[in-house]
């Protein structure tokens, strides 16, 4: 059976790299907090949700996302690396397109805020996922993307340089002239204005002075053996908007983060949260959304 969309509606490049040591929440007050104990997320009349994958357009019983043993997933089967496969630009001339893989939700009123989840991909190794702030409301795909992004990219099951691959960008960034990018682990804070995107800030494994998490299925931290084949561990990432200075963060331990970007815009001044993700299968644990420390 096909199908052409899968909607569910409940409702200059700077970057700078250092370390900072901040609380697991520090003064901050939650705003938003889910441990994916039920579903109840997903249903929710405040939660926005749309994805599209290959897979999905073969198969109509499945969904873009999962609340499965606590842990929020898009993968049908454990393990089965499908996520969001067919949605990266590499597939920019698919008939049907695919969708890009959303959930939005949250007060339209958050300003001063942070978003923070704990990630690690489930059977892929060559994708992004971001965290979002300042998103402009959805009630469907159509609806022009407009937020920031702090976003994440693997590639190739390697670390350090390596091909760039369409498959890391959504097809707006790629019709935006963003480039893929060459080296791995990947750090990038994005704005997007109505699908038009911007690369406001960027670091990467070579660059980078400070370990950044390899969260991929054969990447260093994903698991207790570091190669794929233990418990997975993952990391936490953080992303935070005060003002107009947007700062991007990651921990291995969710107690020390590290700061690895931060760069000023002012255009986008409030909107809900999100999450988003690139032909990858990240699965999200631990999502707080607090005031801005």
């Known amino acids: 059976m096909k199908r052409s969309v899968v909607v569910v509606v409940a409702l200059g490049i700077l970057g700078l790299v250092h370390l900072a040591t901040i609380s697991a929440s520090g003064a901050q007050q939650a705003l938003f907090e889910e441990h994916f104990d039920t579903d109840a997320f997903l249903k929710a009349p405040t939660t926005y949700i749309q994805g599209l994958s290959s897979q999905m357009i073969a198969d109509d019983t499945l969904l873009p996302f999962y609340v499965r043993d606590g842990k929020l997933t898009s993968n049908p089967v ?11 630009a590499n597939n920019i001339n698919a008939d049907p397109p695919g969708v890009p893989f959303q959930i939005l939700f949250g007060d339209k009123s958050w300003a001063d805020v942070s978003i923070q989840a704990k990630v690690y991909s489930d059977g892929g190794n060559t994708g992004s996922f971001g965290l979002i702030l300042r998103a402009a409301p959805k ?12 976003q994440y990219t693997t590639a190739n099951s ?15 960034e790629k019709n935006s002239g963003i480039e893929a990018p060459g080296v ?5 804070i994005l704005k997007a204005v109505k699908n038009k995107y911007t690369l406001l800030a960027e ?36 992303f935070v908007a005060k003002g107009n200075v947007l700062q991007a963060f990651c ?14 815009d002012g255009e986008l001044t409030a909107g ?15 999502l707080l959304v607090a005031t801005a420390p």
């Open 251 to 264: 921990s291995i331990d969710g107690v020390t983060f590290n700061k690895y970007l931060e760069v000023t």
């Open 139 to 150: 009630t469907k795909p159509a609806d022009p993307d407009t937020w920031y992004e702090f």
């Open 184 to 188: 791995v682990p990947n750090l990038r």
């Open 203 to 238: 670091t990467d494994f070579n660059k980078s002075t400070v370990h950044i998490p390899e969260i991929n299925t054969v990447g260093y931290d994903h698991d207790t053996n570091h190669d794929g084949s233990g418990t997975p561990t993952g990391a936490y990432f953080r």
């Open 78 to 88: 454990d393990g089965d690396g499908d996520g969001s496969d067919g949605t990266g």
């Open 158 to 172: 390697v670390t350090g340089d390596t091909t760039p691959t369409d498959e890391c960008l959504q097809i707006d």
């Open 272 to 286: 809900v949260a999100g999450l988003t993700h690139c032909e990858y299968p990240p699965v999200f644990d631990d």
